[in-house]
């Protein structure tokens, strides 16, 4: 037990304690917060750039796009991976944009798998260059893998992503299949109103037909275009109730306690379904995450309003204590929770696809 236990919320967000910052910044031990909460999983996002145009998340003509010059190279990713784990970094999942059309991410992959005490290396794809990729990842160790489809009707798929190209998402997944290394494979999709509830039961027989996890994840207000609504948010228990109206009763899968979704089997034990419900039941009191966008800002928070410039320590010459201290300060500082739903809400200072899903 560290001094920090004590501290450490058990709950969903109401165990959070209310103060605001407590004590001073650990200079080593276990990476925690200053409401307790270790932090274990960092999601590096490694370019801005993506292949799709989600209509929640980018406007049809993109964004501007960082400089070369603003993104992290390789090395530094792989500098300040290291350094995060070792002062308590269990997990990496790379992110975006869209991870997969930065060139030779197997490459990195295969230098973060080399980082003794990293438990994972995972990714977050739309599945579009999975096919040509899938091989190298599996040999370069990769973990396991989400992939993001929100439709399997191809008018829709299109609609929503402006690209029409499900099929070559598909393909992808078939691809990685064959690589049992990367396991699981999960799905996710974005939940929303008058968009996925026709869906719902045709993802869950796609999902059990294959051995996908397939989770559905609520609409979040991060979109470029600023369009979100709460009405357009389709619950995760909305949809839990629509396939226990096909199923039956879901059974409980008791997971780790700071695993975004909360997951369920069926009654045969076929397959599993996951909801990560950020709306309507925040995890906030359990988030072990934080997040490095590409071009080397630390983000505490999905919708934090500030960040810390790791880039700026790195390129001015910063030891490797330097940035330990920065990223355990910065961690320290990390926000209460997302308030969503509440007066004190206030957008995220970048949207998305900018700040790596
Ligand atoms: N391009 C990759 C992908 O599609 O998975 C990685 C980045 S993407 C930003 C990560 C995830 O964020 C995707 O599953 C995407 O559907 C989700 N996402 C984007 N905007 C969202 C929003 N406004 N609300 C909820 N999820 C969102």
């Excluded at 784990?85 to 930065?102: A, D, N, Q, S």
């Excluded at 990714?123 to 973990?143: D, F, P, V």
């Excluded at 045709?202 to 051995?211: E, H, I, S, Y």
């Excluded at 991060?222 to 609504?229: F, K, P």
Aim: proline share 4%.
């Amino acid at each position: 037990m560290t001094e920090h236990d004590s501290l450490r919320p058990t709950g969903q967000n109401d165990a959070l304690p209310s103060e605001e910052l407590v004590g001073v910044v650990p200079t080593s031990g276990p990476l925690v917060d200053s409401y307790g909460r270790r932090i274990k999983s960092m999601r590096i996002s490694i370019t801005d750039k993506c292949n799709f145009r989600c209509t929640y998340c980018m406007p049809a003509e993109g964004l501007p796009w960082l400089s070369k010059a603003d993104i992290l190279s390789y090395e530094e990713i792989e500098r300040i991976a290291r350094i995060a784990v070792e002062i308590g970094i269990e997990h990496i999942r790379l992110t975006g944009g869209e991870p997969l059309v930065r060139r030779d991410v197997p490459e990195l992959v295969g230098q973060l798998k080399r980082i003794e005490d990293l438990r994972s290396v995972s990714i977050t794809t739309n599945g579009l260059l999975l096919k040509q990729q899938a091989k190298a990842l599996a040999e370069a160790g990769l973990s396991r893998i989400n992939v993001s489809l929100d439709s399997l009707i191809r008018e829709k798929f299109t609609r929503l992503t402006r690209r029409d190209q499900m099929e070559r998402v598909l393909e992808g997944l078939e691809e990685v299949e064959q690589y049992p290394s990367v396991h699981p494979i999960k799905i996710n999709a974005v939940a929303m109103r008058n968009f996925s509830e026709a869906e719902v039961l045709d993802f869950v027989r796609f999902a059990r037909r294959k051995a996908y996890i397939m989770r559905w994840i609520e609409f979040m207000p991060l979109d470029a275009d600023q369009l979100w609504r709460k009405e357009d948010i389709l619950t995760g228990g909305e949809i839990q109730a629509m396939i226990e109206a096909g199923y039956g009763p879901l059974v409980k899968i008791e997971g780790d306690p700071s695993e975004t979704a909360r997951c369920y089997t069926f009654s045969d034990g076929i397959g599993e379904v996951g909801f990560i419900n950020p709306v309507s039941e925040p995890f906030c009191a359990t988030c072990d995450r934080i997040r490095l966008t590409a071009d080397g800002q630390l983000r505490t928070c999905l919708f934090a309003t500030t960040e810390t410039d790791l880039r700026a320590v790195l390129r001015s010459g910063g030891d490797d204590e330097a940035i330990a201290t920065t990223l355990r300060r910065a961690v320290w500082h990390k926000e209460l929770k997302h308030y969503i739903g509440d007066t004190r809400f206030k957008r995220a200072s970048r949207s998305m696809s900018m700040i790596g899903g």
